[in-house]
């Protein structure tokens, strides 16, 4: 018997929440029902055509009444920041919520963003849940789905040393301005605030070195942050950013879990923006699990275009970028609905919540 699809209502129709609109449409087990947006301008427009696809048929809402309205079974919040606010109001009307925004296990959030109240982000949101009889989950390519392959990967060693996710991306695909400008690209490397914006908005990634030290069954004695800058030896205009000659244009940063002073896991981001800095990184362009042991796993997570995609049109060069992110949101949907109440992590949901869909 095929299950019934599940009820989705979209938050936001920014990169990422465009490129779900056109890939939530064919997904066999989900029916879009409703988006809302945060600019007045998009309120009342066909979200298809906001994504620019055509019309399907769901116009775009401006207010979370309305999202409890349409009695959704699940919301999908895509846009760059959390909405702490909206999620509670919905959590609290028993709807799930599944996010791509800056949320893995809660740690950094609790740590670097705390809740208005005072209190810990985490707890506001569980308390939602349990109130609410609804599930909340975060998720993303990386953090996110990189390190469960790496989990994955370990499965045939038998002595763990160490284990370490790799991101050594070009990031200049990545269309958000606003995300670059909080991390700090764009400024010059001895600005002294820098250091600072790198760490807090790149925190999440430390999310994701405590994610893996549970399904390790590791207790870690601390999380340690480090990072190198390169700067643009040149000025370099990608349209919609710019780099001036000597602000950050590439940086290498560590996210270390250690016990007794000894880093076990560890998740690194190579980003850059732009070839022209110094130092500069051999960008791999892929998500690379290494895990010292015995025996010892290489492992890299290589993403291709479609064929017949056009890499020279920034527009889909950018969209591979969003379907990497956005999609393990979307297939781990009718596993978070089937979860119990609360807060979950990718390490309480079955295998099947990472598996693609095949269109027959």
């Not at 643009?232 to 205009?237: F, I, L, N, Y």
Request: proline fraction near 7%; charge should be negative; glycine fraction near 10%.
């Amino acid at each position: 018997m095929t299950s019934p699809r599940i009820r989705v209502f979209q938050v936001a129709t920014g990169n990422v929440g465009s490129e779900m609109i056109k890939r939530l449409g064919p997904h066999p087990d989900l029916e879009l029902v409703g988006v809302h947006c945060y600019s007045p301008d998009k309120i009342g427009r066909d979200v298809g055509e906001l994504a620019g696809i055509g019309p399907v048929g769901v116009v775009a809402t401006g207010t979370i009444e309305e999202i409890i309205a349409a009695t959704p079974d699940v919301v999908t919040f895509h846009g760059v920041f959390p909405d702490e606010d909206l999620y509670v109001r919905v959590l609290e009307a028993g709807i799930d919520v599944v996010t791509t925004a800056d949320w893995i296990t809660g740690y950094h959030r609790d740590t670097n963003h705390p809740h208005p109240s005072g209190r810990r982000t985490s707890e506001v949101l569980q308390e939602a849940c349990e109130r609410g009889g609804s599930t909340f989950y975060g998720t993303g390519m990386n953090p996110g789905l990189n390190q469960i392959l790496a989990v994955v990967c370990s499965a045939d060693v038998a002595d763990i040393e160490n284990v370490t996710t790799i991101e050594s991306v070009d990031v200049s695909c990545h269309h958000s301005a606003d995300t670059w400008r909080e991390v700090g690209y764009g400024l010059p490397v001895d600005h002294p605030d820098l250091p600072a914006m790198l760490h807090k908005y790149t925190a999440v990634f430390a999310d994701s070195v405590y994610l893996k030290a549970d399904c390790f069954g590791l207790e870690l004695d601390e999380v340690t942050f480090s990072y190198e800058l390169g700067a643009c030896t040149k000025d370099v205009d990608l349209g919609w950013y710019q780099l001036p000659a000597g602000s950050l244009g590439g940086s290498y940063v560590k996210y270390q879990g250690l016990v007794d002073g000894v880093p076990r896991v560890e998740t690194h981001l190579e980003w850059q923006m732009t070839p022209h800095t110094d130092p500069s990184w051999e960008i791999k362009g892929c998500y690379i699990t290494q895990i010292k042991g015995d025996p010892q796993v290489y492992n890299k997570h290589m993403i291709f275009p479609a064929p017949g995609m056009d890499l020279s049109d920034p527009a889909q060069f950018a969209s591979i970028g969003m379907t990497v992110t956005g999609m393990p949101a979307l297939h781990a949907i009718r596993s978070v609905v089937a979860a119990p109440p609360g807060i979950v992590t990718s390490a309480d949901l079955p295998l099947r919540s990472f598996a693609g869909r095949f269109r027959l």
